[in-house]
């Protein structure tokens, strides 16, 4: 049960499971209740894999029952209901936001404006606000903020809609990160790529191919690959493909991977673009060092090159390669 609190808060979620921006939303709810606010959370899907604080409505579970157009519309009035009945004093959106008419009702009927945060995780802005500018501002100008979770991203939504209305606010880490490492896959010498396996945004392709180019399979460092997604299969052929099959090991999901990042030699990110990206922040927490591509927002905002890491032209792959075998 959330702690009694002047202030009610409801986090608006697609899920709780697999991504880095869920991850974020049930750290969020942590964060919020170990502070003494009254937290709910309202997850869309039934996936719940990370661990967090408050009070859940598991709409998903509705959607399992009956996925009909009836059943869309009960569930948005459950939604309703429940938000006039909590009368909570924010509501804080981190869904990914796509269609007009859902957001319109949501956002004009629904939602209170004055009591409104909208999160924007990625720099794919269209997946959180409208591409045309003048829906953009009417679904969501008027809110009472619209927090990015990095620079690059507050500055693409102020060019492109001109909101007053922006906040920036990284993504954070847990304490526990900070505990002593441990000795558990200590006997192992590796590399590691921990996120969703979805080729068209993380771009692990391009990692298989730089770690082939590089001398680490030689030296006897694996790669280990952390997550599952869709392309999963396709990425273990691509592995076949480079012959570097026995040198990479795919890992499949763990909600809390820390103990492996702890001990990798250093973690990887190869991103097309992200957001603020919390494996780079977890790996820096833990004291293990980056490799990352400068993608479009995040990474240059929390690596310093040659400092903590090593920042990479985005889609050079001598220059990561190289990046490996300086590491």
Same mark, same amino acid.
């Given at each position: 049960? %959330? ?14 499971? =697999? ?53 869309? $519309? ?10 006039? @009945? ?12 796509? %269609? ?29 606000? &409208? ?9 969501? %100008? ?12 507050? &500055? ?7 909101? #007053? &209305? ?57 790669? &280990?690959?952390? %997550?599952?997604?869709?392309?999963? =299969?396709?990425?273990?052929? $691509? ?5 570097? @099959?026995?040198?990479?090991?795919? $890992? ?10 702890? #001990? ?49 032209? #985005? ?6 390669? #190289? ?5």
């Amino acid at each position: 049960m %959330g702690k009694s609190s002047t202030k009610k808060v409801c986090i608006v979620v697609s899920s709780l499971g =697999v991504g880095g921006a869920e991850k974020s939303a049930a750290l969020l709810s942590e964060i919020l209740f170990e502070l003494g606010y009254d937290v709910h959370i309202i997850s869309i899907l039934d996936k719940i894999d990370y661990s967090y604080k408050g009070i859940l409505l598991n709409l998903g579970k509705l959607k399992a029952v009956d996925d009909t157009s009836f059943g869309r $519309l009960k569930r948005l009035l459950v939604f309703r209901n429940y938000l006039r @009945q909590k009368k909570f004093d924010y509501i804080i959106d981190s869904r990914p936001r796509r %269609g007009v008419l859902k957001e319109f009702i949501l956002s004009r009927i629904i939602y209170n404006p004055n009591k409104i945060i909208y999160c924007v995780r990625s720099f794919k802005t269209d997946t959180y606000i &409208n591409p045309n500018r003048f829906l953009g501002r009417l679904l969501y %100008g008027s809110a009472y903020k619209i927090v990015s979770v990095s620079n690059g991203i507050c &500055n693409k939504l102020k060019a492109l809609y001109g909101f #007053n &209305n922006l906040e920036v606010i990284h993504n954070p880490f847990e304490e526990k990160l900070l505990l002593p490492r441990n000795e558990e896959h200590k006997e192992g010498k590796f590399i590691l790529y921990y996120g969703r396996l979805d080729d068209a945004v993380k771009n692990i392709s391009f990692l298989l191919e730089a770690y082939s180019k590089s001398n680490l399979p030689k030296e006897g460092y694996k790669l &280990n690959i952390l %997550g599952d997604g869709k392309d999963k =299969v396709a990425l273990k052929n $691509l592995a076949v493909k480079l012959k570097v @099959q026995s040198h990479v090991e795919f $890992l499949g999901f763990k909600p809390n991977p820390y103990q492996l990042v702890k #001990n990798a030699y250093f973690t990887v990110l190869t991103s097309r673009y992200e957001g603020f990206p919390r494996v780079i922040v977890e790996s820096l927490a833990l004291g293990t060092p980056v490799i990352s591509v400068n993608c479009e927002s995040g990474p240059n905002e929390i690596v310093i090159n040659d400092y903590n890491g090593i920042l990479v032209e #985005n889609h050079n792959i001598e220059a990561f390669t #190289n990046a490996m075998n300086r590491m």
